[in-house]
């Protein structure tokens, strides 16, 4: 049974940090794509930042230089540190892993970012 648990969403002012975590069980980091997703009201889902299998990172270019994506495959938990957050960041984000048979999400974490 694959679960996927986000923690470290909250509300901060503008120009702070976050760090969000995800801790995956039933399925492995190692080995597979993984990446966290965000979605604001009124807007789509979309890809804030990916790690895939051989290990490169990708990012949306609106989080570029703020946002930084890792994981620890000992621990088969993932983190996205949060930095210089900005109002238009305030979304529910969402901890993703894909294998070659499906896609599992997490339930999903709150970030708020006050002006």
């Known amino acids: 049974q694959v679960q996927l648990v986000e923690s470290g969403g909250g509300l901060v002012q503008t120009g702070g940090s976050l760090r969000l975590s995800c801790v995956a069980s039933?399925?492995?980091?190692?080995?597979?794509?993984m990446g966290w997703h965000r979605q604001a009201p009124g807007k789509q889902r979309e890809l804030v930042a990916g790690?895939?299998?051989?290990?490169?990172?990708n990012y949306a270019e609106s989080v570029k230089g703020r946002f930084t994506i890792s994981k620890d495959n000992a621990k088969n938990t993932a983190y996205l540190q949060m930095n210089n957050l900005k109002p238009e960041d305030t979304a529910v984000y969402y901890c993703?892993?894909?294998?070659?048979?499906?896609?599992?999400w997490g339930q999903g974490t709150q970030v708020t970012v006050s002006s």
């Open positions: 993703h892993v894909g294998d070659s048979s499906r896609d599992y």
């Open positions: 790690i895939v299998s051989i290990g490169l990172k």
């Open positions: 039933g399925i492995m980091f190692n080995g597979n794509d």
